[in-house]
């Protein structure tokens, strides 16, 4: 084709500061889409992603301006154009999907006048058709009952939901290119697979181009034809999709794609240090100063997009012919590290038969009699060992958080013991004596949100150690702050710093000095590498397994993401609507025989590998609350054998000779045994 | 994205300052808000100073030379008992300044502290309370002060300590919002999590927070205050005479309004320029704190 649907040249972007210093944000930025092509752009947080989306909307950020080059669309200058040609333009030809379709909606329309809105807008559909398109659209996106959900209001629709609606809304006008930003990010697997095969299989069908940002390999290697790397502010690698992930040229890429842990590969991956500098600081590459290629050309000289001779692969390094002899498939087998530690046999905490609900009835409830909901969590019991690590694992909805949080005493049970020594933790914090709640603590998955913004570093730390150790004087604390700064990698520096002034992955080092300021034996971990970039994952999944190897610590470790389980875990837990499924150590867990519940999440994994597809088993439908008897799972469930299932709890068996490992399912066991070798094959 | 991560070399040059000076440091950037400051400073200073420098004694009356316009010697001119206008602006606002000033003080002090803790306690003693601040807050509040002035008399002490109440049940409302917005925050929580105290969780982890909030509508409602006050005045129930005062001058000179206007612009001219400077002010206050190292804004 002799002319692309999109041609971005020489693109920069950047804004003042009040000092008046120019700070870039996107530099020489040049791309190419073709119609019907889908290019994936990935890269660290503030590489410039979602800039240059906005950008192919014709869209700048209040306060940054167009410093050189051009956006061009179907061969429209999209800077060039009128407020009024850019309305024509947007909702018709492009189409932007945005990251949190809950926000994107109105929250005080029907679903279906929204879309009806979408519609009249962007279309000539005549108002008599318009609903009738309405209802196709929705069948379009995979949405049962079209007639029915267009009578909704957004929040009564779950997240993919309220995806697939906003898919909807941008396919209205048949749009010749969708821009995508983070469409899927903070959906569950399994309905993050869903999305993205409705995604795969309308741009086949339509032949719509697409620009697909995210952070996420495995998402970017499932969507893409096309793979742009970003790294400050620029585009370092463009290549076919199998190729940036079979081979890739920048240094960058292989760093990434490192340190992303695998489902098939157990042990910490490697980490990347450091963290993208500002575009155009630099005079050299931005990448010299955490590449493992740097020589001095790096620091001096930029380098320049070039192409690789005699493929369709750009790449701008000064080194790429040395980082393509070097054998990736080795190095990234080398990369994944165990760090050995030893479980003890005494238990740490041992939970049984443990019931939380949310459920408080109200006055009138309680004088009606009105029958309790089935609680939120039920039936949980299993015990964590000294020095080892427990995952919980499930969906949004299992109830991995609510039981961590009873353990931390921010909840409290209402039925079964929570044994930790000789004390029972079924009741809150208030009622713990010090020297419990001190050997107990919590990280949370944000820090943004768990690090009070008004505190510095050293204030923050300076807490625990206060309330545990009220024996320790000013300068002992002092000491003692430098000490944890130190052990979570951090120099003294950071102490009078805010967390508004560190990266994501520094305040989460915060974080975790705070938790081992107590000196605590057990460590609950919420989610506590999902707001980090992989690159910074990794380097924080090994300081906690540092962390543990040096003091024998505990870990309960809540994550949505299998591979990192696989990672890091010992044994595993797996949870559907607060009722235990599985429960077993890694290997066990990873190999079949599987729950059914467990053979769907591992289905639904996305791994940085353009040619391997995901298995979806079960149907994405949420459920707000688990079924009042038999087994959990029953109402999604893609082994279901019949009546049983519906009437009655599943028993507890175990695969035989692996006496620890435990599924709850009424499949006999041979079956699970055998039906499972269609997933086990990936 | 423009967010940008500060890198190293930026980061080592930033040094804990205090409170005061960071938010200075950005108050200053701001013309409007400086242009309040000044403002309010002057009149601050004129309240302090004006009994030694005043060109004539504002108490002076002169049966000759009634309701006079502007001269050299009388710059605003004379009110109806001959007393220089001038004089008596720039001191009638002593009483009204030192009134609303801890009066204003109080209100944030007692008022904040009762709407964290409630938005921090919630369940029901604040459902309780909050229906109790709502029953007063539905009474005028002019009918309110002067129903505590009929009973109690106008006495200065008894007027501060009735606007410090009145004005503090507006600061729990305002508090208590602020401390919904952090207390169900996950750094509540982890504290909540390690068995701090209340009373820590409160002074430690969500006054810092709630603090801004609490100064820029205690600035905003200083300014409610000060008309209030002078409202009050007007009507005759607050600085007695001979004083002078601003609300009560401009009460007694209305009526020759169309032969001496400036009896009433002096007063008018001096209250609105501490109201337009403390609105300034309270503005570019807001701005400044929230700019400020909670959003690490590179300044």
Same mark, same amino acid.
């Given at each position: 084709m002799s002319q692309s649907l999109v041609d971005i040249s020489d693109l920069t972007i950047g804004y003042y500061t009040q000092k008046g210093t120019l700070v870039h944000v996107l530099r020489n930025v040049s791309l190419k889409i073709e119609a019907g092509e889908t290019l994936g752009l990935v890269g660290e947080?503030? *590489?410039?992603k979602s800039t240059l989306g906005q950008a192919m909307m014709g869209y700048l950020r209040s306060g940054s301006q167009l410093l050189g080059g051009s956006v061009r669309f179907s061969d429209l200058d999209m800077f060039g154009l009128t407020p009024r040609q850019l309305e024509e333009i947007r909702g018709k030809q492009i189409a932007l999907i945005p990251q949190n379709a809950g926000e994107a909606l109105t929250p005080t329309l029907r679903i279906g006048n929204q879309i009806v809105e979408a519609i009249e807008l962007h279309t000539d559909i005549p108002k008599g058709k318009a609903k009738e398109r309405m209802l196709a659209l929705l069948g379009q996106v995979r949405l049962p009952q079209p007639e029915v959900l267009a009578e909704r209001y957004p929040h009564e629709l779950s997240g993919g939901q309220q995806q697939r609606v906003v898919v909807a809304m941008a396919l209205a006008a048949e749009p010749e290119m969708l821009v995508l930003d983070e469409p899927t990010t903070g959906l569950d697997v399994t309905t993050q697979a869903h999305v993205l095969d409705l995604l795969r299989d309308i741009v086949a069908e339509m032949g719509t181009a697409m620009m697909y940002i995210s952070h996420d390999m495995g998402v970017i290697a499932r969507v893409s034809d096309r793979v742009g790397l970003m790294y400050a502010g620029e585009i370092v690698e463009d290549a076919p999709a199998t190729e940036m992930f079979r081979s890739p040229a920048h240094p960058y890429a292989r760093g990434l794609l490192e340190s992303i842990p695998r489902l098939s590969m157990s042990g910490v991956a490697k980490s990347m240090p450091g963290h993208p500098p500002?575009?155009?600081? +630099?005079?050299? *590459?931005?990448?010299a100063p955490r590449c493992p290629f740097a020589t001095d050309i790096c620091n001096t000289e930029p380098p320049i997009l070039n192409p690789i001779p005699d493929r369709q692969h750009l790449v701008s390094c000064h080194h790429w012919e040395e980082v393509l002899v070097t054998n990736f498939d080795e190095k990234l087998n080398e990369s994944f590290q165990t760090v050995e530690h030893t479980i003890g046999d005494e238990p740490a905490i041992e939970l049984s038969d443990v019931e939380i609900s949310y459920y408080r009835p109200g006055v009138i409830d309680r004088l009606r009699n009105i029958p309790h909901p089935p609680t939120t969590v039920s039936d949980v019991t299993l015990t964590v060992r000294r020095g080892e690590t427990l995952a919980l694992v499930g969906e949004s909805g299992s109830g991995k958080t609510t039981i961590v949080r009873t353990i931390a005493g921010l909840l409290p049970a209402k039925g079964g013991h929570i044994k930790f020594g000789d004390f029972d933790l079924r009741v809150g914090v208030d009622d713990r004596p010090t020297q419990i709640s001190k050997q107990i603590q919590l990280i949370f998955q944000n820090p943004d949100a768990s +690090?009070?913004?008004?505190?510095t570093v050293a204030e923050i730390i300076d807490q625990p150690l206060k309330l545990y150790f009220p024996k320790m004087n000013r300068d002992e604390r002092r000491e003692r702050q430098v000490e944890l700064l130190n052990r979570v990698r951090l120099s003294d520096k950071y102490r009078l710093r805010y967390p508004a002034q560190l990266s994501g992955g520094e305040k989460q080092r915060v974080a975790i000095a705070r938790a081992f300021a107590a000196d605590p034996r057990v460590v609950l971990c919420d989610?506590?590498?999902?707001? +980090?970039?992989v690159s910074v994952q990794a380097a924080v999944l090994d300081l906690l397994a540092d962390l543990q190897k040096e003091r024998n610590t505990t870990y309960i470790f809540i994550t949505h993401d299998l591979a990192v389980v696989r990672a890091f875990a010992d044994r595993v837990a797996v949870l559907y609507q607060g009722r235990l499924c599985e429960l077993g150590t890694v290997d066990e867990i990873y190999q079949p025989p599987y729950h059914p519940y467990t053979e769907t999440l591992m289905g639904a994994v996305l791994e940085p590998d353009p040619d391997m597809e995901p298995v979806l088993l079960a149907s994405d439908t949420p459920e707000l609350a688990p079924p009042s008897q038999g087994c959990p799972f029953q109402r999604r469930c893609p082994r279901i054998i019949g009546d049983i299932c519906v009437e009655e709890a599943p028993p507890w068996q175990s695969p035989p000779g692996e006496m620890d490992h435990k599924i709850r399912c009424h499949l006999p066991m041979d079956e699970l045994l055998n039906v499972q070798e269609a997933t086990s094959s990936k | 994205m423009t967010t940008t991560t500060p890198t190293e070399g930026q980061l080592t040059t930033v040094k804990r300052r205090s409170f005061v000076a960071e938010t200075w440091d950005s108050l200053r950037h701001s013309v409007a808000g400086m242009i309040g400051l000044i403002l309010i400073i002057s009149h601050l200073l004129l309240a302090i100073t004006s009994p030694y420098i005043l060109p004539q004694d504002p108490l002076e009356m002169n049966a000759q030379s009634r309701n006079e316009a502007p001269s050299a010697e009388h710059i605003f001119g004379t009110d109806e008992l001959g007393r220089d206008v001038f004089s008596r602006s720039m001191l009638g606002g002593r009483v009204t300044l030192v009134v609303t000033i801890v009066a204003i003080g109080l209100a944030v002090l007692w008022g904040g502290l009762v709407g964290i803790l409630l938005g921090f306690i919630g369940g029901r003693a604040d459902e309780i309370i909050m229906r109790i601040v709502d029953a007063i807050l539905s009474i005028p509040w002019l009918l309110l002060l002067l129903l505590v002035i009929a009973i109690l008399g106008t006495n200065m002490l008894v007027q501060t300590l009735t606007f410090a109440f009145t004005y503090g049940i507006l600061t729990i409302r305002v508090a208590r919002a602020a401390t919904h917005d952090y207390v169900t925050g996950e750094f509540v929580l982890a504290a909540r999590a390690r068995g701090e105290s209340r009373r820590t969780i409160v002074t430690r982890e969500l006054l810092p927070n709630v603090r801004d909030v609490l100064f820029v509508d205690g600035a905003m409602n200083w300014s409610w205050m000060l008309l209030a006050f002078t409202s009050l005045s007007f009507l005759g129930f607050g600085v007695q005479p001979p004083d002078p005062d601003w609300g009560r001058m401009i009460a007694e000179s209305r009526d020759v309004l169309a032969i001496q206007p400036w009896a009433v612009f002096g007063p008018v001219i001096m209250l609105s320029t501490l109201i337009i400077g403390i609105n300034l002010f309270a503005d570019a206050f807001a701005k400044a704190l929230g700019l400020d190292r909670s959003q690490g804004a590179p300044v």
């Open positions: 947080s503030g *590489c410039g500002i575009p155009g600081t +630099l005079p050299g *590459c931005s990448f +690090l009070n913004p008004r505190h989610e506590v590498t999902s707001a +980090l970039d | -």
